[in-house]
């Protein structure tokens, strides 16, 4: 996938590229955000969730940036694609006078053991004609809240904070350039090539790393075999495997090697809403994406990320608060407190602020996550036995759900305007109930069996009764509301409806009639439903889009589920990445990449390319029997 475009600068607004302009490499401790005008703009290191050094995509002043790039030129063009089945980054710069590429990468340690020392790999070569180039490299510590020191020594420098440090070692020479970084002016010629290397450490007497050609080849060749060896176990052959497979390549950026976790997004607070307050803190990891990830992960072949992810989830089902409950979500090493700040000395993504970092919705209660951690636990049991010691605590879970189902709560919108009794919720509820009456049959574990079925069956009448709507001939978002809610979409991919059940086709229908446009989907309209709190409107919600696909796959539709898919697909920017949100244009908004997406596309593409081959129906999936 290569996009071509002209004078990307052109478009920027108050300093800022389109969000859909930036690639991403990463290390499987954290990532980096490469814009088509080869600036690095958004980097946390030494881990997804710590403070930035390089923070410009959320302050174009003040962030910090890494930028290697020629000077402005008249007629310049950019591209950018990835090396085949890697996550390795080349930016191409076109001009009259020459063609240069800069590759970028972030080595793959596969010690556990090392936490602070991550490396930025950049080269810069020459394949037609002469160019000139400018590289500026100014971070700003701790979201530019501390201060640093600039060391420059020829080709080597050294920037000093009080928590982290940075080394970055060149083959050319460096400059301080008198506002906290340094830069780099230099020219290169048809087949030459120029190498920067920026390493992170904690210790002060940081040591540079090697920048000899001979090492940064080897370093090369060692990730390009890493995802390319780790890509090959992908299963999936259907009809959209370039696109499955980069959506599993972003999935395993997304995942934080030490535990397994993968973060919902490694960004925080891009905006839903140009100039609104819809900015949340996603880099973390949520039991509800559970199911997909798992489900993901196990029908696509990669069983050990399957594995270390479902023993991040048994640790959190180890860690019941003393009522007996979860939380919707937690750090990627487990810890329980995400609490919610805001950073007003940030104007925010094209000065959409406030600027958070933490998540206030962990406090949230949200019925709906013990069905999508019972779900994921059941689609994993298929692969491997779950232990018995799991299976007590989730009993606990079970026990506490069985008391407290039919409370209002904030739901899967995680909504700040107070609690319904969502839709969703029940649902999820019974899903809770009914994979676990299905692992306790499959197991012989023990369980009240004859307490759970009839909950199971109280749940699914009270969701018959009161969450459809006869006036809107659709199930609604809560208990007494007329609002229609794609969430309901999942009825039919958790099974708890039939896919031709009649109301589950009138369901599809309003939904298309008031919540799609073409084949992109709203999670709900804003001046009917639940109030979120917030006031204001949003992009269309790509998982969303994928599910009523999906959907129409399943109900038969196979033609109108291909074709939404295919329209789907055009939304993924040059390099088949995805943000949380698709504007009125066809803009990425909200955080980037992310793994809710691009998991609800893995599963689109499989199950509607299953469909289509008629190999089994619809609504069937695999032996994993998850749904």
Not at 190 to 219: C, M, T, V
Not at 394 to 412: A, C
Not at 429 to 454: E, I, K, N, Y
């Amino acid at each position: 996938m290569v996009q071509d475009q002209a004078n990307v600068s052109s478009q920027l607004r108050g300093g800022y590229q389109p969000i859909e302009n930036y690639a991403v490499i990463g290390d499987l401790h954290t990532v980096a955000l490469v814009g088509m005008n080869g600036s690095i703009d958004w980097c946390c290191l030494p881990r997804f969730d710590s403070p930035s050094v390089f923070g410009s995509l959320l302050d174009a002043r003040k962030g910090g940036f890494f930028r290697i790039a020629p000077p402005d030129t008249p007629g310049l063009r950019q591209k950018q694609l990835y090396l085949p089945q890697t996550n390795i980054l080349v930016t191409r710069f076109l001009t009259v006078d020459g063609v240069a590429e800069v590759t970028d990468f972030m080595p793959i340690k596969q010690e556990r053991n090392y936490t602070h020392q991550h490396h930025i790999v950049r080269s810069v070569s020459v394949v037609r004609g002469s160019l000139s180039f400018e590289m500026v490299c100014r971070p700003a510590f701790n979201y530019a809240r501390d201060e640093h020191t600039v060391e420059t020594t020829g080709e080597i420098a050294r920037f000093h904070s009080d928590e982290l440090c940075l080394a970055l070692v060149a083959s050319v020479p460096l400059e301080d350039d008198g506002e906290g970084g340094v830069r780099a002016h230099f020219t290169l010629h048809q087949g030459q090539s120029a190498r920067f290397i920026l390493e992170s450490a904690k210790e002060h007497n940081i040591a540079p790393s090697d920048h000899s050609e001979g090492h940064y080849r080897e370093e090369f060749q060692r990730t390009r075999h890493f995802w390319q060896k780790w890509v090959s176990q992908c299963q999936y052959r259907g009809r959209w495997r370039e696109m499955v497979e980069r959506s599993a390549l972003v999935l395993k950026l997304l995942t934080y090697a030490p535990t397994g976790a993968i973060v919902a997004a490694p960004t925080t607070s891009l905006p839903e809403t140009i100039g609104g307050n819809r900015n949340w803190d996603y880099r973390y990891t949520w039991l509800r994406d559970a199911a997909f990830t798992l489900y993901s992960l196990l029908i696509l072949g990669f069983t050990q990320e399957a594995e270390a992810f479902m023993g991040w989830l048994d640790a959190r089902c180890h860690e019941l608060k003393a009522n007996g409950t979860l939380q919707p979500m937690y750090t990627i090493d487990g810890k329980h407190d995400l609490t919610e700040i805001t950073l007003d000395h940030l104007e925010g993504y094209r000065q959409s602020g406030p600027v958070r970092i933490g998540n206030g919705a962990y406090r949230q209660k949200q019925l709906d996550i013990y069905g999508e951690l019972m779900d994921a636990i059941y689609i994993y049991n298929r692969y491997d036995a779950i232990s018995y010691d799991l299976w007590q605590n989730l009993r606990h879970l079970l026990d506490w759900l069985n008391d407290h189902w039919q409370e209002p709560d904030e739901g899967i919108w995680e909504v700040r305007g107070g609690p319904k009794q969502f839709v969703h919720s029940r649902l999820m509820s019974w899903v809770a109930f009914d994979r676990a009456l299905r692992l306790s049959r499959h197991r012989g574990l023990p369980a009240p069996v004859a307490r759970w079925t009839q909950t199971s069956a109280d749940i699914y009448e009270q969701i018959m009764e009161q969450g459809w709507s006869n006036e809107k001939h659709s199930f609604v978002q809560y208990y007494g509301s007329d609002a229609v809610d794609a969430s309901t979409l999942l009825m039919v991919i958790t099974r708890f409806a039939g896919p031709t059940d009649p109301r589950t086709l009138q369901t599809i229908d309003r939904i298309q009639q008031e919540l799609s446009t073409d084949s992109l989907v709203h999670r709900y309209n804003p001046t009917t439903a639940a109030d979120d709190g917030l006031g204001s409107f949003e992009g269309t919600f790509s998982p969303c889009s994928f599910w009523l696909a999906e959907s129409l796959a399943r109900a038969g539709r196979l033609e109108d589920a291909r074709l939404m898919l295919e329209k789907m697909l055009t939304y993924g920017n040059h390099v088949g990445l995805y943000a949380e949100e698709i504007g009125l244009t066809g803009e990425a908004l909200g955080n980037y990449p992310q793994a809710f997406t691009h998991l609800s596309l893995i599963t689109a593409c499989y199950n509607i390319d299953q469909a289509l081959n008629k190999s089994r129906p619809a609504d069937t999936l695999t032996n994993l029997g998850q749904w």
